[in-house]
DNA sequence: TTGCTCCTCACGTCACGTGAGGTGGC
DNA sequence: TTGCTCCTCACGTCACGTGAGGTGGC
């Protein structure tokens, strides 16, 4: 859901923008707008203000405030336990996304030191394996003996 | 703190055994013993049992007493936000213990590629160095030809 | 005027902590 | 007997949600 398109709307709606008043976010919320105030003072949702003063909420405010509802109605929590599992989701979001960056580092170095390897088997090839048929020797020795090679063994 | 040694100890306390009643369980804990049966009836907490019924605190289980208690007496959250924070903690724990060993693994799959690269690259000196100062010909072409190796180009 | 907004104040409910009260075994 | 344990029940406190009451601008 990342923008909604309307009959005439002609303004791309994103989810951080103030469109929702107070009274539509309580019942997107399934709330009691005096709750929403409530919970704004808290500092648990700070909605954006009209030039009037006005509270408007965005789509991304609405879905914290069902996520507040949840843990409230659902689990029982209290403000302060919601509060700090805030915290320890942005916590657990951030190692996450550090493990994310690890595993694509891991690939990709993985990857380079395929590619430097299979260079290396290449360039190997490239010397070594057209002459597999026959055996090698020395030029020099050939020259310096003047002997066919097969008996020279 | 592992382990503590008193003056006529021989057994060894490990953080995991019940060794604190409830009395001691509850002044170390700076808690009511009353709350600490409460919070067992929660859930929050598992006490060992003596034989004969009597709850035995481990030093593990008065860590996380006062877990508890820096929760709900300083955050102020109550016994549902507790609990959640625990939920969550363990699954933070869990990322970072995969993250550890997403970082080993990928130090050991370097290491490998390193010495694989560096095996390769021996293996192509010690094939390709040795005769760097003549030329190599087939052995077959100096039997069929039986001509001087210098001349034959 | 109606229906919204803003705000503050107050009350009902519920969770939690703790105390009381009664039991039983070292 | 004292001091602990076990348990259940009940009450005081506090946080939270919500309603009331009064204001102001489309």
Known sequence: MATRRRRTARVEVTDDRGVFMISVAAELAEMHPQTLRMYEA???ITPKRSPKGT???S???VDRLRRIQE???ELGMNLAGVERVFE???ELER???RMQALEREAERVRA????????????ARAEIVPYRPGRLVPAKDVKRFQIPIERAR
């Open 42 to 44: 808290r500092g648990l």
């Open 55 to 57: 509270r408007l909420y």
């Open 59 to 61: 789509q991304e405010d």
């Open 71 to 73: 843990m409230t109605a």
């Open 88 to 90: 320890l989701e942005g």
């Open 95 to 97: 190692v996450v996304r």
């Open 112 to 123: 380079e030191m395929e590619a430097k390897l299979e260079g290396l088997r290449r360039e």
